[in-house]
């Protein structure tokens, strides 16, 4: 793959592109079947993504009509790679096995090895036969969804499809890697004024964000909605802090340091909580909340924009969504997409119903969403989150640094890109949007010493 990598830094055409052979073998970043149990009997925080994750050459999977190969430059981690690495809460094998039953270039998946990565950037290289859209030389990022466009549920939302699945996550041959298989539906135009990093880091956060605040499929906010942000320095957080200021929010943020404190004023965003110096005991014990900390949550909330929110952007999961349920105002939405806290969640019904609050669920995004989200990206009004960058060889400190929470905002990964600042092609676009903007989090990272140290 280096002479892929060196011809894109040259500039070469798609042409010259295309009359590269394409090699048997790429590195990647991926976890072995053999090693599903090396982590039993430990608690969740003490299994190590370091162990877990390997870098190792793997054989090119052949290309499907609908598929396109990708050189891939930089990719990103995201939570789903950690539960991937834990193998929790179930190994990913059985969702590459399930695939592998479903037909015959499904079978390419189920394999002994998971090459994960749900996120990058790069260059298309080859396209299969049926491939319209999309050709060799094209500067593209990928999205997640996976989706069957022969299954009729996948067009109304993608995101309603029966077999639809999460690319690197519940498929194989995922972006963490020098080269990468995607379905030609899962690409869009790589942002111009964006480094390889700053570009691969947005999608699946992006996406997911977009869908669950701006989209119809989510709670489509509105001009003055107040909305509280849990983890709003985090990979989904950042972005959705974004969103309800583009749109006319008033965005009330949840932190847990003094440092994402000050990243998030930077960000623009000016009512802030702490959840560290609060101290909030939403859980008296293991299985009893205390309704006086939700109340007490929600008074600050008041206390910093006088009144409760309309909306909250849920992700924690078992910690927080009482509270959650508990400080939405009356007839407000609770959305939520994840439960990395634990998903088994308790809240008290009586707040839900009687006051007319709805719980929506929401999942990544369908294409239309991620490529519109894409395209607020490469109109510069979204900024890329991207706070620290680590070669392919650490995806697993990278990873131990997300599962630990010792991040802020996105991890990017140099795959075939040698060196982080390359693959801007439109530098006065750049220059119009302000480095101050687009390189927010990477500054406040490098200045706080988070995210590109290891913990171990
Ligand atoms: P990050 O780790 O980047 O951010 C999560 C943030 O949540 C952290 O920064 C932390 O912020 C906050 N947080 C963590 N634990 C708690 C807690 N117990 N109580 C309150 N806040 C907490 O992860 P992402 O934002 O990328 O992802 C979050 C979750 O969403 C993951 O479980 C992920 O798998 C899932 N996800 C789901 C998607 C979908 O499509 N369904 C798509 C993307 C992600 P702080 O400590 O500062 O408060």
């Given at each position: 793959?280096?002479a892929?990598a060196?011809a894109i830094?040259?500039g070469?055409s798609?042409?010259d592109?295309a009359?590269?052979?394409?090699?048997?073998?790429?590195?990647?970043?991926?976890?072995?079947?053999?090693d599903v149990?090396?982590?039993?009997?430990?608690?969740?925080?003490?299994?190590?993504p370091r162990k877990?994750?390997?870098i190792?050459?793997?054989?090119?999977?052949?290309l499907?009509?609908?598929?396109?190969?990708?050189?891939?430059?930089a990719?990103?981690?995201?939570?789903n790679?950690?539960?991937?690495?834990?193998?929790e809460?179930?190994?990913t094998?059985?969702?590459?096995?399930r695939?592998?039953?479903?037909s015959?270039?499904?079978?390419?998946?189920?394999?002994?090895y998971?090459?994960?990565?749900?996120?990058?950037?790069?260059?298309v290289?080859?396209?299969?036969?049926?491939?319209?859209?999309?050709?060799p030389g094209d500067?593209?990022?990928?999205?997640?969804n996976y989706v069957?466009?022969?299954?009729?549920?996948?067009?109304d939302?993608?995101?309603k499809?029966?077999?639809q699945?999460?690319?690197g996550?519940?498929?194989?041959f995922?972006?963490?890697a020098?080269?990468?298989l995607?379905?030609?539906?899962?690409?869009?135009?790589?942002?111009?004024?964006?480094?390889?990093e700053?570009?691969?880091c947005?999608?699946?956060?992006?996406?997911?964000?977009y869908r669950m605040?701006v989209?119809h499929?989510?709670?489509?906010?509105?001009?003055?909605?107040?909305?509280?942000?849990?983890?709003?320095?985090g990979?989904?957080?950042?972005?959705?802090?974004?969103?309800v200021?583009?749109?006319?929010?008033?965005?009330?943020?949840v932190?847990s340091?003094?440092d994402?404190?000050?990243?998030?004023?930077?960000?623009?965003?000016?009512?802030?909580?702490d959840?560290r110096?609060?101290?909030?005991?939403?859980?008296?014990?293991?299985?009893t909340?205390?309704?006086?900390e939700?109340?007490?949550?929600g008074?600050?909330?008041?206390?910093?924009?006088?009144?409760?929110?309309?909306?909250?952007?849920?992700?924690?999961?078992?910690?927080?969504?009482?509270?959650?349920?508990?400080?939405?105002?009356?007839g407000?939405?609770?959305?939520?997409?994840?439960?990395?806290s634990?998903?088994?969640?308790?809240?008290?019904?009586?707040?839900?119903?009687?006051?007319?609050?709805t719980?929506?669920s929401?999942?990544?995004a369908?294409?239309?969403?991620?490529?519109?989200?894409?395209k607020?990206i490469?109109?510069?009004r979204?900024?890329?989150i991207l706070s620290?960058?680590?070669?392919?060889?650490?995806?697993?400190?990278?990873?131990?640094?997300?599962?630990?929470?010792l991040?802020?905002?996105?991890?990017g990964?140099?795959?075939l890109?040698?060196?982080?600042?390359?693959?801007?092609?439109?530098?006065?676009?750049?220059e119009?949007?302000?480095?101050?903007?687009?390189?927010?989090?990477?500054?406040?990272?490098?200045s706080?010493?988070?995210?590109?140290?290891?913990?171990g």
């Open positions: 793959m280096r892929f060196e830094e040259s070469a798609g042409e592109l009359g590269l052979a394409i090699p048997e073998s790429y590195r990647a970043a991926l976890v072995r079947r053999e149990g090396m982590f039993e009997g430990l608690a969740s925080s003490d299994k190590d877990s994750i390997r190792e050459d793997v054989a090119v999977p052949e499907a009509p609908d598929e396109v190969y990708v050189a891939v430059m990719s990103a981690i995201n939570f790679t950690v539960w991937t690495s834990i193998f809460p179930l190994p094998f059985g969702f590459l096995d695939l592998g039953k479903e015959q270039w499904g079978a390419r998946h189920a394999l002994d998971h090459v994960v990565g749900s996120d990058a950037s790069g260059v290289i080859k396209v299969g036969s049926a491939v319209r859209s999309w050709k500067r593209v990022v990928a999205h997640c069957d466009d022969q299954d009729p549920g996948a067009h939302d993608a995101m499809a029966a077999n699945r999460i690319w996550f519940e498929s194989n995922g972006g963490l020098d080269l990468t995607v379905k030609a539906n899962q690409l869009m135009p790589k942002p111009a004024h964006l480094t390889w700053e570009s691969a947005n999608a699946l956060c992006n996406s997911t964000s605040l989209s499929n989510g709670v489509n906010m509105k001009q003055g909605d107040v909305v509280l942000v849990w983890g709003a320095t990979g989904l957080g950042g972005y959705a802090v974004q969103y200021l583009n749109g006319g929010g008033t965005p009330v943020g932190v340091s003094a994402k404190v000050k990243l998030l004023e930077d960000l623009g965003c000016e009512a802030v909580i959840r110096a609060g101290n909030y005991r939403f859980w008296a014990d293991e299985t909340q205390d309704e006086s939700w109340r007490r949550f008074k600050d909330i008041r206390g910093l924009v006088g009144e409760d929110p309309d909306i909250v952007f849920e992700h924690p999961g078992r910690q927080t969504m009482g509270a959650s349920v508990f400080v939405a105002k009356r407000g939405t609770i959305v939520t997409c994840a439960a990395s634990g998903y088994m969640i308790e809240y008290d019904n009586r707040h839900l119903w009687m006051k007319l609050k719980i929506k929401s999942h990544f369908n294409y239309r969403e991620a490529w519109d989200a894409n607020l490469s109109q510069g979204i900024q890329p620290a960058v680590h070669p392919l060889e650490q995806t697993g400190e990278a990873a131990y640094q997300v599962h630990h929470n991040h802020e905002g996105k991890i990964v140099l795959c890109a040698e060196k982080e600042g390359l693959g801007i092609t439109d530098p006065e676009f750049r119009k949007v302000g480095e101050d903007r687009i390189t927010l989090f990477r500054r406040h990272a490098s706080a010493g988070v995210g590109g140290k290891s913990a």
